[in-house]
T-cell receptor, first 112, second 109 residues
Framework: SQTIHQWPATLVQPVGSPLSLECTVEGTSNPNLYWYRQAAGRGLQLLFYSVGIGQISSEVPQNLSASRPQDRQFILSSKKLLLSDSGFYLC???????????FGPGTRLTVT | GNSVTQMEGPVTLSEEAFLTINCTYTATGYPSLFWYVQYPGEGLQLLLKATKADDKGSNKGFEATYRKETTSFHLEKGSVQVSDSAVYFCALGTDKLIFGTGTRLQVFP
């Protein structure tokens, strides 16, 4: 069966520091991968998605970036964090033949 | 464009009450429809889905019917439990997945 991992689970970082969040998927190949952000008490905002290694589409211009160095690995990065980057970051995957997405456990980021 | 509208929360119910969370959509073509549930501090879990008109998705006592004539996919459960307290998201799948804003359900004993 397929599983999706995210780490770290929680992170507290000062303003201006760099960020790296990692997501990996097991049990499938060639998945579509997604990064979402959820602000406190709010809905989901799609940040990036990827249909293959090195292929990244950005949905919202901001100081975040994403990379996909391997088929089942998706990384969210920032060079300098802002207070507004605080939130709950969710990674998700689906296969090419279905719309439903499967989510990881999330990373809670607090920028201080 | 494609969009999903959910009822505002929170929805507050006593245990064993009947639940309805409304969801309507706007879409071209024939989208798939989904309900996701998010428990506190966790990621989203797929609760149920329907892929064509008149399909009924069901899971864990929850049901939703794909109504093309009313462009709706309302979530229902006959008897809620305290453990059902969570945020519920309606979603529409076309070329990508579009989520509603979520509805918080609070069930009290």
């Amino acid at each position: 069966s397929q599983t999706i991992h995210q780490w770290p689970a929680t992170l507290v970082q000062p303003v201006g520091s760099p960020l790296s969040l990692e997501c990996t998927v097991e049990g499938t190949s060639n998945p579509n991968l997604y990064w979402y952000r959820q602000a406190a008490g709010r809905g989901l905002q799609l940040l990036f998605y990827s249909v293959g290694i090195g292929q990244i589409s950005s949905e919202v211009p901001q100081n975040l970036s994403a990379s996909r160095p391997q088929d089942r690995q998706f990384i969210l990065s920032s060079k300098k964090l802002l207070l507004s980057d605080s939130g709950f970051y969710l990674c998700a995957w689906n296969n090419r033949r279905a719309y439903e997405q499967y989510f990881g456990p999330g990373t809670r980021l607090t920028v201080t | 464009g494609n969009s999903v509208t959910q009822m505002e929360g929170p929805v507050t119910l006593s245990e064993e009450a009947f639940l309805t969370i409304n969801c309507t959509y706007t879409a071209t073509g024939y989208p798939s429809l989904f309900w996701y549930v998010q428990y506190p501090g966790e990621g989203l879990q797929l609760l149920l889905k329907a892929t064509k008109a008149d399909d009924k998705g069901s899971n864990k006592g929850f049901e939703a019917t794909y109504r093309k004539e009313t462009t709706s996919f309302h979530l229902e459960k006959g008897s809620v439990q305290v453990s059902d307290s969570a945020v519920y998201f309606c979603a529409l799948g076309t070329d990508k997945l579009i989520f509603g804003t979520g509805t918080r359900l609070q069930v009290f004993p």
